[in-house]
Structure formats: C-alpha cells, structure tokens
C-alpha cells in the first residue's frame, strides 16, 4: 500500500491535473482563437488562384519542352491518380499556346499582382506571432520571397535535372522545410529567431506530406467523379478545395511551431516538477 501524498503537497495525479489546467489555460494560446485559420485559407486559396496560378503556368511552360506544363506539375503537386491528371490537363492550356500567347506587358502583371500573394503570406505569419505589420518600406521583401517561391518550385517540379537526383524525395523534404523556416524569417523581417521558426517549418512539410498522401486517396477520385457530373468546373472546384487545404497547411503550420516553442519550456518545466 502506497503511502499517502505529505500535507501541503499534491499528488503526483493532482500535480498532472494542475499542469494540463494551466496548459489549457494558459495565455499563449490566445493567438488560435483569434487567428481565424479558415478564413484566411479561403483567402489564400482564391488568391493563389487569381495571382499565383496564372504566374505559375507560364513559367513551368518556359521549361516544360512538350510535357504538360503546369497541368502535369499540378497532379505531381496533388499526387493524384492518371485519370485525376487527364482531367487536370483539360482545365490548363498546353506549354505551346501558354508561350505563344503570353506577352511581356502581361507577365509584369502577372508579376506585381502575383506580390499580393506575399502579403498574404507575411500577414498571416505576422498574425501567428502577434506582430505588428510591417512597414510599406519591407516591400521588398515579397520581391525576394516570390522569385525564390518560383525558382524552388520550378527546381523542385519541372526541371529534368531534379527528376534525376538520387533520394530526390527525402532531398524535397529538407529543401521545402529551409525554404519554410527561410520564408518565416524573411517575411517577418528578422523578428524572430531562427530556432524559433523551425518547429514551424517542420510541421509545416509534414502537413503538406500528409495533404498529398490525403489527396491521392480523397482529391483524386473526387477530381475524376466531379468532371463527369459537373464537367471542368467540378475538376475546378476541387482544386480549388485542394488549394484551401494547403492554406491551411501553411498558417497552420506556422501557427503549430508558434505554440511548440512557447509552451515547450513550460512542459519541460512541469515534467521535471513531476520528477521530484
């Protein structure tokens, strides 16, 4: 028979108790509540739609030689089945009439309403710190942040020289977790450290990892089976159902390594608590 706790002293149960209250309650996790994740995902899905697609295709179509350009590099993306990529192909126009048709006037537009995009991204990381928004002179920094956006994406989807790469999938792991810790750190414009940041981008790969396992086995019949009954405007909706998951995703994520790295601390502090 256990002896019992000495007056004065909880138990050790009462001690766990008391920690997950104080973790439940505790103020660091204000920022959840008030981030308001779905609707800035609804945001990011219709923006990169309207911004960052359109850019997207033409510059996969410079370098897609006779593949499909940005149809095939979206059902890599998805991790869809044939049938789901075959649906895709008919919503985008071929590489060929993408580079035919595209003039220079027309991909600097691409290019500035493609920056909003990057405004989106800092303010809602800014959101997931408590920052104060960033002042108009920090523009720049979606400049950098969206040509390195598409470089990594073109390197990591459409060059040939990629498609080559000995373990090009736990290569793709690493370069998509430093281009998200890079990108928190550049868009919120050295305000956080760097250790800081890494639980985020960490979380946030391996949601995206998950989404397309999810996707493969969810967004794929879902794209073949909505193009029957609503014809490309079903294959439409569904991406764009795909493009608000990946949102988030990615304020998610950043949100998740927020909350680690605030409360890590304080649970390692309350286990050792509960050592004694």
Same mark, same amino acid.
């Given at each position: 028979?256990?002896?019992?706790?000495?007056?004065?002293?909880?138990?050790?149960?009462?001690?766990?108790?008391?920690?997950?209250?104080?973790?439940?309650?505790?103020?660091?996790? &204000?920022?959840?509540?008030? /981030? *308001?994740?779905?609707?800035?995902?609804? @945001?990011?899905?219709?923006?990169?739609? %309207? =911004? #960052? $697609?359109?850019?997207?295709?033409?510059?996969?179509?410079?370098?897609?030689?006779?593949?499909?350009?940005?149809?095939?590099?979206?059902?890599?993306?998805?991790?869809?089945?044939?049938?789901?990529?075959?649906?895709?192909?008919?919503?985008?126009?071929?590489?060929?009439?993408?580079?035919?048709?595209?003039?220079?006037?027309?991909?600097?537009?691409?290019?500035?309403?493609?920056?909003?995009?990057?405004?989106?991204?800092?303010?809602?990381?800014?959101?997931?710190?408590?920052?104060?928004?960033?002042?108009?002179?920090?523009?720049?920094?979606?400049?950098?942040?969206?040509?390195?956006?598409? &470089?990594?994406?073109?390197? /990591? *989807?459409?060059?040939?020289?990629?498609? @080559?790469?000995?373990?090009?999938?736990? %290569? =793709? #792991? $690493?370069?998509?977790?430093?281009?998200?810790?890079?990108?928190?750190?550049?868009?919120?414009?050295?305000?956080?450290?760097?250790?800081?940041?890494?639980?985020?981008?960490?979380?946030?790969?391996?949601?995206?990892?998950?989404?397309?396992?999810?996707?493969?086995?969810?967004?794929?019949?879902?794209?073949?089976?909505?193009?029957?009954?609503?014809?490309?405007?079903?294959?439409?909706?569904?991406?764009?159902?795909?493009?608000?998951?990946?949102?988030?995703?990615?304020?998610?994520?950043?949100?998740?390594?927020?909350?680690?790295?605030?409360?890590?601390?304080?649970?390692?502090?309350?286990?050792?608590?509960?050592?004694?």
């Amino acid at each position: 028979m256990t002896s019992p706790a000495p007056p004065g002293r909880p138990s050790p149960l009462g001690r766990i108790l008391r920690g997950i209250r104080r973790f439940r309650a505790g103020h660091r996790w &204000g920022p959840v509540s008030e /981030f *308001a994740l779905w609707q800035r995902s609804l @945001g990011f899905a219709a923006l990169a739609f %309207l =911004t #960052l $697609v359109p850019l997207l295709i033409v510059v996969s179509a410079a370098g897609a030689g006779s593949g499909q350009g940005f149809a095939q590099w979206l059902g890599d993306g998805l991790g869809v089945s044939e049938a789901a990529r075959e649906e895709i192909g008919r919503l985008f126009a071929l590489p060929g009439q993408v580079r035919r048709t595209t003039t220079a006037f027309g991909l600097a537009l691409l290019a500035v309403f493609g920056l909003s995009f990057g405004t989106v991204m800092q303010s809602g990381y800014e959101k997931a710190w408590d920052l104060a928004p960033a002042r108009w002179r920090a523009r720049w920094r979606h400049v950098l942040w969206l040509a390195v956006l598409i &470089g990594t994406l073109y390197l /990591f *989807a459409v060059s040939s020289f990629w498609r @080559g790469v000995p373990l090009r999938g736990p %290569l =793709t #792991l $690493v370069g998509g977790t430093l281009f998200f810790w890079w990108s928190q750190r550049l868009l919120l414009g050295g305000r956080v450290a760097w250790p800081a940041l890494l639980p985020g981008a960490v979380a946030t790969v391996l949601g995206l990892l998950g989404l397309r396992v999810f996707s493969r086995f969810v967004f794929s019949p879902l794209i073949a089976s909505s193009a029957v009954t609503y014809g490309p405007f079903g294959a439409f909706l569904v991406i764009q159902t795909w493009l608000v998951a990946v949102g988030v995703v990615v304020f998610g994520g950043a949100l998740t390594g927020r909350l680690v790295t605030d409360e890590l601390p304080r649970a390692t502090d309350a286990l050792r608590q509960w050592r004694r």
